[in-house]
């Protein structure tokens, strides 16, 4: 069902902790729009405006390591992300990732071949990302994950198709 | 081939003979665990239009991160934690003044060997010093297992580590641990299961076990391990907890691993994380000499009480240098009980420390906040860049020991000058 994904990519580096992604002191909010305002905000004002106006968040290894708080990944839904590629994930930020329904998507060569800034364009299901001219290949997710993803992560997920089974079976 | 702790102790928890590892698996975990996120698994639930809880018994709440409240917004996140705990008849539910979770639970026999346990916190990992498998998970997921009893966990692929023992002098399980993160790297272990085997091991303390499985987050573990045995089970003895009450997961001496990594214990030297990143590791002697502006002892990973009573020793009959701000932080209430009752706290306050309520304190940002330009030597697990206060300031981590040579000096100073 999924289209794809398009738009521009800010890039960042290796170990980019969830402290950095929204600091502590914002995790009173679960609201994703007001979080969104301090999204990166260690890295400062700059760096913030261009991930507002991106569409893809691209980093190296361990992406998302530290604190298990959701709201690194519902901070980048509010700032208007759509996906995030990376050589590989922290556990942790990888499943807040899929459960609030951002794809998370681990794709070595594509993390390193595309330039910040850069347009890339990602096809979900057919697991391919299409980016400084070149085609990447990445295994899609298995059905448990992508029925999630789909219904917009494991809230509405469970709301949609778990919760009135088991209202049936009662 | 013979099977690793993971794999047995979710087979288990999913109802299954087997799980391979990469399997993805629905998982029944036998504790969720909720700090101060508590409450927003409590609106997260609401949203779902649900509230009926799967098994009331196996939800834990402990209001630590920010205690007491620090503002309105907070102190009203917990009144709805308590009302819901109140509502639900949530018995495991502790309030502001009992300290960190984890350290909470485990004191009161919670934890057992063999559970797996999820937290909403990604040092959750440290119920492995118990034998259990526990891991950290977003608040949504936890609201999944209140409402529906289980959540999807892919099989984790394991790794050996061993240590040999005993420790040189004036180092500590926290150093065994920096070590391993600045070898390894912070994605070392990432989504793996990192058991800790070896002589160093056998018949530890579980407050050093705790120290251990906790900072195997670190190195981005999905859970961490300490193979239960004869001092496990007298641990839980005297909180009651008699072996019929549990059921062991040992691994298979054939499992497989994915790596296995060994590491000379008699040859450790205290180790330093340096800013910002916590496999920024350094020995002790590259960092030496570095002023300070204040210690911090506290957190899941050394406030314990064998920690404090570590850090007293040197403390003793000395004073925290001028200029320098020494904060300590029990772990937990009991602990603040014991030190009392030992002199240990009195230790403290003769040295010039600041004695906080036990919780999170400064490892949470809750408190202890730094101006710009600072620098903190703290026995916390992570240094990450405004952890606590400005993002200009500077956190350094390191063994109880390190923290109290430190304060007293006002300079990183080796625990070693003062044995
Ligand atoms: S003490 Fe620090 S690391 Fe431990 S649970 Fe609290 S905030 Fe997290």
Not at chain 1, 97 to 122: K, Q, Y
């Amino acid at each position: 069902m999924s289209e794809k994904i398009r738009g521009k990519a800010i890039k960042f580096g290796n170990n980019v902790d969830t402290d950095v992604i929204i600091p502590g002191r914002y995790l009173v909010s679960i609201d994703p729009q007001e979080l969104a305002k301090h999204a990166f905000e260690p890295l400062g004002p700059e760096v913030q405006k261009r991930l507002w106006s991106s569409q893809v968040v691209v980093a190296g290894t361990n992406v998302g390591c530290g604190s298990a708080r959701e709201q690194a990944a519902s901070c980048l839904i509010g700032s208007g992300i759509k996906a995030v590629v990376a050589k590989s994930f922290s556990r942790v930020f990888f499943r807040n990732c899929i459960n609030t329904g951002l794809p998370a998507i681990e794709c070595r060569d594509a993390a390193e071949a595309v330039g910040d800034g850069g347009e890339m364009s990602i096809d979900l299901d057919g697991g391919l990302i299409e980016a400084a001219g070149k085609s990447f290949r990445f295994a899609p997710y298995p059905q448990s994950l992508k029925q999630i993803l789909d219904a917009g992560g494991l809230i509405p997920y469970l709301a949609k198709f778990v919760l009135p089974q088991q209202a049936l079976k009662r | 081939m013979g099977k690793t702790f993971a794999e047995k102790a979710l087979a288990r928890a999913a109802g299954l003979n087997e799980v391979r590892p990469g399997e993805i698996a629905d998982v029944y975990p036998d504790l969720y665990m909720s700090h101060m996120a508590s409450w927003r698994c409590i609106r997260t639930m609401e949203k779902l239009g649900s509230d009926k809880l799967y098994d009331v018994d196996r939800v834990a709440m402990v209001m630590d991160h920010i205690s007491p409240a620090q503002s309105a917004k907070t102190a009203d996140d917990q009144r709805l934690c308590r009302e819901f705990a109140k509502k639900h008849g949530v018995k495991k539910f502790y309030d502001v003044n009992a300290g960190i979770a984890h350290v909470v639970l485990t004191e009161e026999g919670f934890i057992r060997p063999g559970m797996v346990i999820i937290g909403t916190d990604s040092h959750t990992t440290i119920y492995g010093a118990l034998g259990a498998l526990g891991t950290g998970v977003g608040f949504s997921e936890l609201t999944a297992a209140w409402v529906t009893g289980k959540l999807w966990m892919k099989v984790p692929e394991s790794l050996k580590v061993t240590i040999d023992g005993p420790l040189a002098p004036g180092t500590s399980s926290k150093d065994v641990m920096l070590k391993l993160i600045g070898e390894l790297t912070a994605d070392g272990a990432t989504y793996l299961s990192v058991e800790f085997h070896g002589s160093y091991t056998e018949g530890l303390s579980v407050s050093d076990r705790m120290t251990l499985c906790n900072l195997a987050m670190e190195l981005g573990a999905k859970n961490g391990f300490v193979r239960p045995d004869n001092t496990t089970r007298k641990y839980l003895a005297r909180r009651g907890v008699n072996p019929d009450h549990y059921d062991e997961i040992h691994p298979d001496a054939d499992a497989a691993y994915v790596k296995t990594v060994a590491l000379d214990g008699r040859k450790l030297v205290p180790q330093i994380a340096c800013p910002h990143a916590v496999d920024n590791v350094k020995p002790i002697d590259q960092v030496a000499g570095k002023k300070v502006d204040q210690v911090f002892i506290g957190s899941c990973a050394n406030a314990k009480y064998e920690d404090l009573v570590e850090a007293a020793r040197i403390l003793k009959g000395r004073k925290v240098a001028t200029g320098v701000r020494l904060l300590v932080s029990p772990a937990s209430k009991e602990i603040v009980a014991r030190t009392v009752a030992d002199g240990t706290y009195a230790v403290f306050l003769e040295a010039g420390a600041l004695l906080t309520n036990p919780g999170c304190s400064a490892c949470a940002g809750d408190g202890g906040a730094m101006a710009d330009g600072e620098v903190t030597l703290s026995t916390a697990n992570r240094n990450f860049q405004g952890r606590m206060g400005s993002y200009k300031a500077e956190i350094y981590l390191g063994s109880p020991a390190v923290a109290a040579a430190t304060a007293v000096t006002g300079v990183i100073t080796d625990p070693r000058e003062f044995l």
